[in-house]
């Protein structure tokens, strides 16, 4: 039975606070009770807590079924959601009273299930548990600097998460991986260990131990912080994913010395990567206390505890009581939802896969489910990368909620929530139109349906007046901006379309951006608001079937009641895939399939019902794209792994596959679990005699342009089989489910089953009509969802640090003409803009000259360049003879030979000194790629004097080919896109992108012109005293701007010249930055600008002179034009570009010597602005790529991270303070090549508006003297060293400049 408030989005039984009703204190009891005891135990309830609602499903032994939602907040009539739902429960099943707050008796309760936000809540409240962080010494400020990126890459005002942790401890301890894997010469693991120093871990890694733990130290220590009062320490030490023993000692100790709490990285996250392993036990432990408190309080209103009290964990498996933790607590219930469409909707003999779209007021899941759960171990919460298994879920920020605007000429659906409170315009709080009055206001919600609890005193019905005015108004700003003549029904129309896109968005990442067609899935709506967008999201996929389970609105809740206990073990794993190793590997699973058994029946599992999945994780050698194999019948692993990456990606490289971990998920029930039919035979059997519902309840909506008449009817008054042809809505006590015309809804016994009747293929437009406004907004979602499945395809499949973990790539789309038209916002700003140069330098080489399946390669910086090592790979599109459009790639290649060390080498003078050089060539012809002219274009630049061709060339070709793929994914898309709308129509809004952001620009630089009628002016200079002039002169009337750049100096004999597609760059960055809106990114942002640029200055270098520098020269030229705007005070200005490496040519021989190199970029002091503070060590501006994680670059080089932390006090002084550099010092451990290429080491960021300038940089090196010590020397702006094992180089990076007067 459903207990509900008057068929209310709110259902609650037995409260005396029951949104505008009274009711009695005792819940009403429906059925005959003829024994309201029983002698054993009876009842199951699964409990969802979610934000706002407590969903709760009860059964009860030869009963109707309970369900029925309360608030998971009301402390004027209950202090706890899940116990106040129990206790109501318990009086229906009894037919008795029980007094609110009364120790329950929960002997009946064979089986309780919860999920809780409680970890969530916590985590984004920052209301954890008070705990210190102990840690490796050198890396205190890990999880403050984070991976140094800025979170908003457009934002002057930087603002990072900040550390759960409020007190750090170092430990003089140290281990380090002994071998690496770019060794030129491998050693041999197998052979017996005689130094005393390594050890041989299980997985078959060596480590070496470089520093014991110093017990007495530490015991010291953590006195001192029990002293301090604190109970709890989190502790994470450098790669103790592979040795724990320190990280244990630690432990044993403090639990010796008193500690309550005390967790390690080794147990929370055994997984390689220091940064996220941290965050991972700083949050467990920040958590953990506020679990173990929730659960003994919720266990405190029990006289007697149900049999089984268990909990949701974000994996979709449930934990007893006593063993859930806090990570595992964190989206658990989401996770409720995927377990309930799978166990719901998803039918074993038919196959077809499931994506799940659970819409809220905020934010909208989505997942797919085809079979198997899919997992992910990394999840990125409140800002902080996460290590924790959890089901695959991408979230996107819209929903009911999702705030409505007209800016710019489009029309733009959220991320920013209206919230609970004031919520939507229509709740009489003096909120925002949302998506939610949309749908009202086209007649798509059911006004009688809402109970009248709005307004001050939380008695009135829905405001639709409000509504319709508000709209009007919009309509009428919408006009205005647009030169239309739109209806208000028609941009509220509009609004839901783009809604609908946005919302679209991760279905298409969760499926074409893997290699799943989107049609051939079914779509399971659940969720408050998913019914009313179901049908529209589907049409847009292609999808033509909707599955609404009748508990949709609280599947999440079912899902729990259909879940498992569940446990997973796992471990580190070391060696190369091949059916010899299958021995090994069977071992460690065995052992771990133990631990999982042992686990599972400490929980009260049946031994019996205990399934395991064992799985494996591969990548290629040289990749970070891991692929979790489940165990194969014939366990060739290694063949499900490519054929799996073939799908996804669409190429294969001819690789090792390397095994990273060995895995066990374990499975079990305690009880018995009822599983539903799926729909399936009930809905062929549904159609094949269709019957018509009927109804007399009508209510207008609109669609198609117009005012229709719609059927209204309630889910539980249709007879099932029975079926209605939308338009229609269709209502139950909790949602209301918004049926289109060109969808039919079958009712069958636990599902209503939607499906399309017709082709809804997008109706065929004019390309000589005018641009649709509406229309134009959609386009803008797809030509950049397609940009951003492209970067998401390079990122995974490439092999150069820089690409797939720095993220130092650009993907874009272009018009036939080659110019910009979206440019997913990747990582490096100073691609923005150039990229088209570069485009439209090959469209116009080779003109008439390209056939299908060719594409192009170009570095240089004459042709749109902007510093040899960003490789740009061009493809055209062609539709049917002619090219109708391009994509592009570019990533930066951390080798492309030449002179330095890496490809970021200080001390060149010529271009020809910094490695490949390629104005333009094919390498692909028609398909084919052409590797062996690809290989003689990098041979060829290690055939100048003293230069070396790149040492890892198969790394070279492995990420071309990433980049041929990720443009191919591209075509693809928008071969399906033409498809859908046609090429003249694509071709008309791809102009008309372009022009939105042309007006864009220009009403901002009007604005300008009125602030600063005589124009702004700058001076800024490079450590050089080269200077950058720059006047900015803009036309008030049209909005048109002259950036001039006359008076700056000459191109030097040095690397730091800039190549004029970066100052376009800068321009269009700054830009963007200054409007702080979201606009389209593309050739539209620079048409009303006119940059003027001497040939032969250091901003329009001949094509001759260094430039790999030019990445660091960008930064000054954004600080030179944010400097004339007075807005922000100077960022760091730097890049600090540090690398280290070996092998090339041997000068004394000029033999070519087998070796490797890395590079990498450190962030700095951010500026302070007009009421904020600078960030210290993020990246600035053009730069925002992630930092390698220290046990990554050590388990690859042949180096030691010492220290990696904020250098305190480097931040320029003022009213608001200037952000704090960075201090990095790595250790050679074999003889090695280092590099730094740096800036703002002689003149400072500055101040503003009487701020301080911000600290210079320092570089050093450390090198032995003999004498048993190290003698420090400085190395200036740009240095090469040779470095002998135990020399350190040490890097300061700048600081912020600070703003306003100092306050005294």
Not at 917 to 940: H, Q, W, Y
Request: negative net charge; proline residues 5%.
């Amino acid at each position: 039975m459903v207990i509900s408030s008057g068929g209310s989005p709110l259902a609650s039984v037995g409260t005396r606070h029951s949104r505008g009703q009274e009711t009695d204190n005792m819940a009403p009891f429906i059925g005959s009770v003829d024994d309201v005891t029983t002698s054993h135990p009876d009842i199951s309830i699964a409990i969802d807590r979610g934000g706002t609602f407590c969903d709760v499903i009860a059964k009860i032994e030869g009963r109707e079924d309970i369900i029925f939602k309360l608030l998971s907040e009301d402390p004027n009539n209950y202090a706890d959601a899940p116990s106040e739902a129990i206790r109501r429960v318990l009086e229906i099943a009894s037919g008795q009273p029980i007094p609110v707050g009364a120790k329950l008796d929960g002997s009946r309760i064979a089986s309780c299930r919860i999920g809780t936000t409680i970890a969530t809540n916590a985590l984004l409240e920052h209301k954890g548990e008070r705990f210190a962080f102990v840690t490796t010494k050198g890396f205190k400020d890990i999880c403050l600097i984070g991976d140094q990126t800025r979170p908003k890459i457009f934002a002057l005002q930087v603002e990072k998460a900040h550390a759960l942790h409020e007190k750090v401890v170092e430990i003089d301890e140290r281990v380090t991986i002994e071998d690496y894997d770019l060794n030129p010469f491998p050693m041999d693991k197998k052979a017996d260990l005689v130094d005393p120093n390594l050890v041989r871990t299980p997985s078959g890694e060596i480590i070496r131990v470089l520093k014991k733990v110093d017990t007495e130290e530490v015991r010291k220590s953590l006195q001192s912080l029990l002293d301090e009062g604190y109970s709890s320490i989190a502790v994470a030490f450098m790669h103790s994913f592979i040795y724990p023993e320190h990280e244990k000692i630690v432990a044993s100790i403090a639990k010796e010395v008193g500690f309550k709490y005390v967790t390690i990285s080794s147990d929370t996250s055994p997984a390689i990567k220091f940064l996220r392993r941290s965050n991972s036990v700083c949050s467990e432990a920040y958590l953990f206390p506020v679990i173990r408190r929730y659960v003994e309080s919720f266990e405190s209103h029990f006289d007697k505890l149900p049999q089984r009290v268990e909990f949701m964990c974000s994996d979709g498996g449930l934990k007893q009581s006593q063993k859930f933790k806090g990570n595992e607590a964190l989206l658990s219930g989401p996770a409720g939802g995927v377990v309930g469409i799978a166990k719901s909707c998803f039918d074993d003999n038919e196959g077809t896969p499931l994506i799940g779209f659970d819409m809220g007021g905020t934010s909208t899941d989505v997942c797919r489910f085809d079979g198997k759960y899919e997992f992910l171990t990394e999840s990125r919460i409140a800002d902080r990368t996460i290590n924790v298994p959890m089901l695959n879920i991408q979230t996107v920020a819209a929903g009911g909620g999702s705030i409505l605007f007209a800016r710019n000429g489009l029309l733009v659906v959220g991320p920013e929530s209206a919230g609970a409170y004031p919520g939507p315009a229509s709740y009489r709080n003096g909120g925002p139109l949302t998506v939610t009055d949309a749908n009202l206001f086209l007649g798509r919600l059911n006004l009688s349906s809402f109970p009248a609890i709005f307004g001050k005193n939380a008695n009135e019905t829905l405001d639709v007046d409000i509504v319709r005015t508000k709209f009007q108004a919009i309509t009428d700003d919408f006009n205005a901006q647009t030169s239309q003549n739109l209806s208000p029904e028609e941009v509220a129309l509009g609004f839901l379309n783009i809604a609908n896109e946005t919302m679209s968005r991760p279905i298409r990442n969760a499926t074409e951006a893997r290699g799943y067609a989107p049609e051939k899935h079914n779509l399971v709506s659940f969720g408050g608001a998913g019914g009313q967008h179901a049908c529209a999201i589907a049409d847009k996929l292609g999808i033509n079937r909707i599955l609404i389970h009748k508990w949709s609105s609280l599947l999440s809740a079912y899902g729990i009641s259909q879940s498992q206990l569940q446990f997973e073990a796992s471990e580190p794993y070391s060696g190369e895939f091949s059916m010899d190793e299958l021995p090994r590997i069977r071992e460690r699973i065995a052992v771990l399939q133990k631990s999982v058994r042992a686990e599972l029946i400490a929980q009260g599992a049946d031994e019996k019902t205990i399934q395991f999945d064992e799985a494996i994780s591969l990548r290629y050698f040289g990749t970070d794209t891991n692929l979790v194999i489940s165990r194969p019948e014939d366990e060739d692993y290694g063949a499900s792994f490519i054929s799996e990456h073939r799908r996804e990606f669409a190429f294969n490289l001819g690789r090792a596959i390397v095994v990273d971990s060995v895995q066990v998920r374990g499975t079990g029930s305690a009880g018995v679990i009822s599983k539903d039919v799926p729909p399936t035979k009930d809905f062929e059997s549904a159609k094949k005699l269709p019957r018509p519902a009927i109804t007399k309840e009508r209510q207008q909506v609109f669609v198609d342009g117009g005012w229709r008449d719609a059927g209204v009817y309630r889910l539980g008054s249709v007879e099932k089989s029975y079926m209605v042809q939308g338009p229609a809505l269709i209502l139950d006590e909790t949602q209301t489910i918004f049926v289109e015309p060109h969808f039919c809804a079958y009712f069958l016994p636990n599902h209503l089953a939607m499906e399309k009747i017709n082709d809804t293929k997008a109706q065929t437009e004019d390309a000589e009509e005018e641009i649709s406004p509406i229309q134009l907004s959609v386009f803008a979602h797809r030509f950049m969802s397609i940009a951003e499945q492209m970067g998401n395809t390079l990122q995974r499949t490439a092999i150069s640090t820089s690409i797939r973990e720095r993220l130092d790539f650009s993907c874009a789309l272009f018009s036939p003409d080659g110019k910009l038209v979206a440019n997913a916002p990747h990582i490096p700003m100073y691609h923005l803009g150039s990229m088209q140069m570069a485009i439209q330098s090959q469209h116009e080489h080779w003109l008439g000259k390209l056939k299908p399946g060719d594409v192009l390669m170009t570095n240089h910086p004459e042709w749109g360049g902007t510093h040899l090592p960003d490789v740009t790979v061009v493809s055209p599109v062609f539709v049917g003879d002619e090219i109708a459009f391009y994509t592009a790639s570019r990533g930066h290649h951390t080798d492309i030979g030449g002179k330095g060390i890496t490809s970021m080498m200080p001390d060149s003078k010529e271009l020809w000194e910094e490695g490949l050089n390629v104005p333009t060539m094919k390498i692909v012809s028609g398909g084919e790629f052409l590797e062996d002219e690809v290989r003689k274009a990098f041979d060829l630049a290690g055939t100048f004097p003293g230069c070396s061709p790149t040492r890892r060339i198969q790394d070279n070709i492995s990420d071309l080919k990433a980049q041929i793929s990720a443009n191919q994914r591209g075509i693809n898309l928008l071969m399906k896109l033409c498809d859908e709308f046609s090429l003249p129509v694509i071709h008309k809004y791809m102009k008309g992108i372009q022009a939105n952001a042309e007006v864009a620009v220009r009403t901002f630089l009007k604005g300008v012109a009125k602030k600063h009628p005589n124009g702004l002016t700058a001076v800024d200079c490079f450590d050089s005293g080269t200077e950058i002039h720059l006047k900015i002169t803009i036309d008030p009337e049209t909005g048109s701007a002259l950036y001039d750049f006359t008076g700056t100096g000459p191109q030097g004999w040095s690397n730091i010249n800039c190549p004029i597609s970066i100052t376009h760059s800068a321009v269009i960055y700054t830009i963007r930055c200054l409007i702080d809106l979201e606009i389209p990114l593309n050739e539209g942002c620079l048409a009303p600008i006119e940059i003027r640029v001497p040939k032969s200055s250091v901003l329009n270098p001949n094509p001759s002179v260094a430039i790999c520098g030019s990445t660091l020269a960008s930064q000054r030229v954004i600080d030179t034009i944010l400097r004339a705007f007075r807005c922000v005070a100077a960022f760091q200005g730097c890049a600090s570009s540090f690398g280290w490496g070996m092998g090339g040519r041997n000068a004394k021989t000029g033999e070519i010597e087998p070796g490797w190199n890395y590079g990498e970029s450190i962030g700095g002091g951010a500026g302070a602005g007009p009421g904020w503070h600078g960030e210290s060590a993020v990246h600035a501006h053009s730069t925002n790529t992630r930092i390698t994680d220290a046990e990554v670059i050590e388990k690859r080089t042949q180096v030691i991270v010492r220290r990696y932390e904020i250098n305190r006090g480097t931040g320029g002084g003022g009213r608001w303070r200037g952000g704090d550099g960075i201090v990095r010092e790595v250790e050679a451990r074999v003889p090695l090549k280092a590099s730094i290429l740096s800036e703002r080491r002689v003149f400072p960021p500055y101040g503003m508006a009487g701020g301080r300038p911000g600290s210079v940089g320092r570089n050093f090196v450390f090198r032995r003297n003999g004498r048993g010590g190290h003698d420090r020397i400085s190395l200036g702006s740009q240095a090469v060293v040779n470095l002998e094992p135990g020399e350190i180089m040490q890097i300061n990076t700048p600081g912020g400049g600070g703003w306003g007067e100092p306050e005294e």
